[in-house]
């Protein structure tokens, strides 16, 4: 089994930034891609960044140029840098992780969610 827990949502005024954090932990267990969703009010969950614990990103087209995701291997940790930020990234914030336990690779674990709220 492995938690994931989320840190770093708020408000703040547009063209503000802030930084997310989601550290993953449990047992037995390796990091494959970690990554963020957002889902705002009426609307469905969406990527927002992945990245594989080598560092390949992929970014959803919305936040590119504005939002940056990075990972610490040694801490189980992944990041989401997000500037210039404006009213249509308000959203509860998502972690997830694709993990290998046990050689078994798939599992999939969700945060429990973080508010970012932007203010106009």
């Known amino acids: 089994q492995v938690q994931l827990v989320e840190s770093g949502g708020g408000l703040v005024q547009a063209g503000g930034s802030l930084r997310l954090s989601c550290a993953a932990s449990?047992?037995?267990?390796?990091?494959?891609?970690m990554g963020w969703y957002r889902q705002g009010p009426g609307n469905q969950r969406e990527l927002v960044a992945t990245?594989?614990?080598?560092?390949?990103?992929n970014y959803a087209d919305s936040v590119k140029g504005r939002f940056t995701i990075s990972i610490d291997n040694a801490k189980n940790t992944v990041y989401l840098q997000m500037n210039s930020l404006k009213p249509e990234d308000t959203a509860v914030y998502y972690c997830?992780?694709?993990?290998?336990?046990?050689?078994?690779?798939?599992?999939?674990?969700w945060g429990q969610g973080t508010q970012v709220t932007v203010s106009s």
């Open positions: 997830k992780a694709i993990v290998v336990i046990r050689k078994i690779y798939g599992y999939q674990y």
């Open positions: 449990g047992s037995d267990f390796s990091i494959n891609t």
């Open positions: 990245t594989t614990s080598s560092g390949s990103t």
